[in-house]
């Protein structure tokens, strides 16, 4: 008898297993319901890892065969905000992708300083610098900018989270909000332009899903921040100790101290804002 149970369960849990894979089919739209062309689909598994992957056509329909119904499907458009849930058994899978919220302030701002020295100082006992943009969006109103190393190009620094600035025994001074998505764009903060800031914005132009071994990836955020906060850093530069970046999917690398040149820069850029 244990025997024909043992058989019986052999024979099934393939049988099982089997079930659970196939084809899977759908479209994705926008949400004005028109198709979006050449999106990105893939199977993730339980633990997020990519198992297989296809491309949408040009009115947004996909094919693709899957190991497991159970697992989870994830689009990805360039211009809209990517989407995961899971297929739950189904063969068809329809999706509706949201735009990429846009900051107000795009197309707004005056870049007023690109410096690697402007947070720089000793990070286990190494001298460490890091790129920083500060943007002017009105006489009262401005934005610091940090690059964000990512993994993939699929990466997002959301809109909401915040860079807290701490003085000695990390008391918190301020803490400014990141005010856009920021996506991914190949190449190190060194090679970028200014125009790529903005074209951050809405996304980049290369291929999502796809991780790169041959160049950085680096998202922009835009941590906003008042005509005031800025008077108060020119004038008590020693009092900012730290920086720290909930930084997401991505490395927490500038929890630096400041030097004499952070000073300095900080008290000319406050000059230039008031003339």
């Not at 598994?45 to 992957?53: E, G, L």
């Not at 990070?123 to 900018?145: G, H, P, R, S």
């Not at 400014?176 to 970028?192: L, R």
Request: include cysteine; hydrophobic fraction near 35%.
């Amino acid at each position: 008898m244990k025997k024909i149970v043992f058989i019986l369960i052999a024979v099934l849990i393939p049988a099982i297993t089997s079930a659970q894979s196939g084809t899977v089919s759908g479209k994705v739209i926008n949400y004005r319901g028109k198709g979006v062309a050449n999106a990105s689909v893939r199977e993730l598994d339980h633990n997020k890892r990519v198992i297989n992957h296809t491309e949408a056509d040009a009115n947004g329909i996909f094919t693709f065969k899957v190991r497991d119904k159970q697992h989870s499907i994830q689009v990805i458009a360039p211009g809209y905000r990517k989407i995961t849930h899971k297929m739950l058994g189904h063969s068809r899978v329809n999706v509706t992708l949201q735009e990429r919220r846009k900051s107000p302030l795009a197309g707004n701002e005056k870049i007023i300083l690109r410096s690697d020295e402007l947070f720089c100082g000793k990070y286990q006992n190494e001298n460490v610098k890091q790129w920083a943009w500060i943007e002017q969006v009105n006489d009262t109103l401005f934005t610091l900018i940090l690059p964000i190393r990512t993994h993939t190009l699929i990466d997002e620094y959301p809109q909401g989270r915040t860079l807290t600035l701490l003085s000695v025994f990390d008391h918190q001074l301020m803490q400014w909000s990141n005010v856009v998505d920021a996506y991914p764009v190949a190449g190190t903060p060194e090679e970028i332009k200014s125009t790529v800031l903005t074209q951050s914005y809405t996304g980049t132009d290369n291929t999502p899903g796809i991780s790169t071994n041959v160049k950085d990836c680096f998202a922009y955020p835009h941590f906003q921040f008042s005509l005031k906060d800025l008077i108060f850093l020119a004038n008590n530069p020693s009092k900012l100790q730290r920086l720290v970046a909930d930084t997401y999917k991505a490395d927490n690398y500038w929890n630096f101290y400041p030097t004499e040149k952070t000073e300095k820069l900080l008290k000319e850029l406050l000059k230039k804002v008031k003339r």
